[in-house]
């Protein structure tokens, strides 16, 4: 259930993001002078349309649904795993800081070829270079191998462990300050 509850916000999450992803990733490929944000929105929708805002959109969608699918699932059960083998209480700082350390590597694991995917669909700009998601995963499998699908691997989990940390803690702690069950 956790896994589906993940993979349905992040989702939805996505979808309503994407535009303002688009926009994070052209104005980090920018090699030209900087243009103020109204620019670029209004030269890019005269380009490209509202359509060009969901830029790999598939992508994103799966990515954030395999992210928070695995962050919450793994969590849960890094929590169980975590709690046998120490004696510490699924409550306990420890065990919620463990747990999120593992969870935050699966993310990485997961979530890297996502990341590795969009990034190359939304890069591609206005001269098509991939027909969909499938052909970019295949084209850059094929071109830079597969192990390219984790390039950047410990930036990646440097990032996902202490973010998935933070978040967790701060839910555990709320849970625990409003009575509700722990995770």
């Known amino acids: 259930m956790k896994f589906l509850a993940g993979a ?51 992508a994103n969608i799966m990515r954030a649904c395999v992210l928070n699918a695995t962050k919450m699932g793994v969590y849960d059960i890094a929590k169980g795993v975590v709690t046998e083998n120490t004696g510490w209480s699924r409550k306990d700082l420890r065990t919620t800081f463990c747990s999120s350390m593992v969870s935050g590597f699966a993310m990485t694991c997961t979530v890297s070829p996502f990341d590795r995917i969009r990034t190359a669909l939304m890069n591609q700009g206005d001269k098509k270079m991939y027909s969909g998601f499938v052909d970019c995963a295949l084209s850059l499998a094929k071109n830079d191998g597969i192990t390219s699908f984790w390039r950047g691997f410990i930036p990646i989990w440097a990032r996902f462990a202490p973010t998935a940390t933070i978040q967790l803690v701060t839910i555990e702690f709320l849970y625990g300050f409003f009575g509700l069950k722990s995770i």
């Not at 992803?21 to 349309?49: C, E, H, I, P, R």
């Open 8 to 58: 349905i916000t992040g989702g939805v999450g996505s979808i309503v993001g994407n535009p303002f992803d688009v926009l994070k990733t052209m104005a980090q490929a920018n090699t030209g002078s900087s243009k103020s944000l109204t620019a670029v929105v209004g030269d890019f929708y005269a380009t490209a349309g509202i359509a060009g805002f969901y830029r790999g959109i598939s």
